[in-house]
């Protein structure tokens, strides 16, 4: 069964630091791209940041780039999000996703960021 | 980037009925559409791809056509677990989302 955890959310200040990570399961975890999507509170799904199965390929967001990186562990199964210098609009339930030929067929339950003071 | 739109932004069915949710995107996405359901407190879900293939143990009421610019997603006899938000979304060029079509009980 495939799992997606994410964990390392919280509460943080404005131009702070938090690295969120991602937990995988039940599949070859260096054969797929992964994709973090946050949703705002009450909002919709927005695409934040992507990584291809061997780190060769990134991608971000204009919302996020320059201040967010993504990383993976393929040894350790795990997907990262280093977000600098957070803003009160990057609050929101951050999702890792599993791609496969570019849809997303199984997402984690998110991990709570809140942005502020 | 690519914007998708889709509409209505709610739509209010009776059980039963049939649901028709639209989505259209600023230049083409070839088949390179998704749509995924939302239910409260709940991650997303992937209902179809390709702009038409059911995802695995979709049920055959959910059904989804169309290529370039216009996608429509069907839902043909709305049951209780239906009612949510869905998504489209591309992943032609780079991945971005719609803002999303609420379908709630009339």
């Known amino acids: 069964e495939v799992q997606l955890v994410e964990s390392g959310g919280g509460l943080v200040q404005p131009g702070r630091s938090l690295r969120l990570s991602c937990a995988a399961s039940?599949?070859?975890?260096?054969?797929?791209?992964m994709h973090w999507v946050r949703q705002a509170p009450g909002k919709g799904l927005e695409w934040v940041s992507g990584?291809?199965?061997?780190?060769?390929?990134?991608g971000y967001a204009d919302s996020v780039k320059g201040r967010f990186t993504i990383s993976r562990d393929n040894a350790k199964n795990s997907l990262y999000l280093q977000m600098n210098s957070l803003r009160a609009e990057d609050t929101a339930l951050y999702y890792c996703?599993?791609?496969?030929?570019?849809?997303?067929?199984?997402w984690g339950q998110g991990t709570l960021v809140t942005v502020s003071s | 980037e690519i914007v998708m739109t889709q509409s209505p932004a709610t739509l209010s069915v009776s059980p039963g009925e049939r649901a028709t949710l639209s989505c259209r995107a600023s230049?083409?996405?070839?088949?390179?559409l998704a749509w995924y359901q939302q239910k409260p407190g709940q991650a997303p879900r992937l209902l179809i791809y390709?702009?038409?293939t059911r995802a695995t143990g979709i049920p055959a009421r959910f059904s989804g056509s169309g290529s370039g610019t216009e996608f429509t997603l069907t839902i043909s006899s709305l049951q209780s677990e239906d009612f949510a938000v869905y998504y489209c979304?591309?992943?032609?060029?780079?991945?971005?989302f719609g803002q999303g079509t609420k379908v709630e009980i009339k």
């Open positions: 390709g702009a038409s």
């Open positions: 990584i291809s199965w061997n780190s060769g390929s990134i």
């Open positions: 996703a599993k791609v496969t030929r570019g849809k997303y067929d199984y």
């Open positions: 039940g599949f070859t975890f260096d054969d797929y791209a």
């Open positions: 979304q591309q992943y032609n060029n780079w991945w971005t």
């Open positions: 230049q083409s996405v070839s088949s390179n």
